[in-house]
């Protein structure tokens, strides 16, 4: 892995100020004051919503507390896709604080799966860590590591402690130096505009001729209407944690340094803001 260590820190260390209310027609006790909270970019909704929860918890009768689940402008946030994609996918042209409705009732069964515990956060990510190491190294880096190593991965990230989490991934980023890269590079595309969940399928990062393959042709092969919009006006933009990379960048080097702690590269197709 090359190591640009400090771009793996601005990735980790990425925040979105958020501001949590409560849902109008949920019963309290007395008026519930918003919760403001810096959430963390590469975390999950339930992983740092502890505090949220017991903010508004104080003010609920309890017969009327149920799941927690929350909202942004209608949409029911999916609580297994990391907070950046979430907030990169439907919310990155909105001015901050980012404003999410909170709900305890009425949980969205068709919208959204349930998370009674950390537990299950935890076996999802490691079941994306997973299926990231099958497509870049057979499973092989993975099946080597003892239990204690996947505790670490999942500590470090649920605790947010970089070190902690990096001294067990650098090994899910390296390859044979005469590979030139991974088998396949594990990645998610998701669109704004689509019912569909995301597109995912193998990609090798290194073309039959040797030559580095890009951003832009990842896109070129998947989503080829992300980059060349039939009318010759761009409609669209793609964003990693925020921002829009060249598309010239290799995509073997934002697998290494711009993929979520769970080993993906996940991509947001997005509306260009018209204004």
């Known amino acids: 892995m090359t190591d640009d260590k400090d771009v793996l820190r601005d990735v980790w260390f990425g925040r979105i100020p958020t501001c949590f209310t409560l849902y109008q027609d949920e019963i309290t006790e007395r ?48 609580w297994h896709y990391p907070i950046g994609l979430l907030f990169d996918l439907h919310a990155s042209n909105t001015a901050l604080p980012w404003s999410i409705t909170v709900h305890f ?34 499973s092989q880096v993975i099946n080597e590591m003892q239990k204690k190593d996947h505790k670490q991965l999942w500590m470090g990230l649920q605790n947010d402690k970089f070190e902690q989490f990096w001294a067990i991934n650098r090994k899910l980023m390296e390859y044979p130096p005469e590979d030139s890269g991974f088998r396949y590079i594990p990645f998610r595309i998701y669109q704004a505009t689509t019912e569909r969940p995301f597109i995912q399928k193998l990609f090798r990062p290194i073309a039959s001729g040797g030559q580095l393959h890009t951003l832009g042709d990842l896109l070129k092969d998947v989503c080829p209407s992300a980059i060349s919009p039939e009318d010759g006006e761009q409609k669209t933009q793609v964003m990693i944690h925020g921002i829009e990379p060249m598309l010239e960048t290799p995509i073997q080097w934002l697998s290494e340094h711009m993929s979520y702690p769970d080993n993906f590269l996940h991509i947001s197709i997005i509306p260009r803001p018209t204004d």
Not at 112 to 135: G, N, P, Q, R, T
Request: net charge negative; aromatic share 10%; proline share 5%.
């Open 31 to 78: 008026e519930a004051e918003p919760y403001y909270l810096l959430l963390p970019r590469i975390s999950y909704l339930t992983l740092v919503t502890d505090k949220v929860k017991k903010h508004f918890q104080k003010v609920m009768r309890q017969e009327e507390v149920s799941e927690i689940w929350f909202e942004y402008e209608g949409t029911p946030l999916k």
């Open 105 to 138: 009732k009425n949980f969205p069964e068709k919208d959204l799966l349930h998370c009674h515990s950390k537990d299950v956060i935890e076996a999802h990510f490691m079941a994306c860590i997973k299926e990231a190491d099958a497509l870049k190294h057979k």
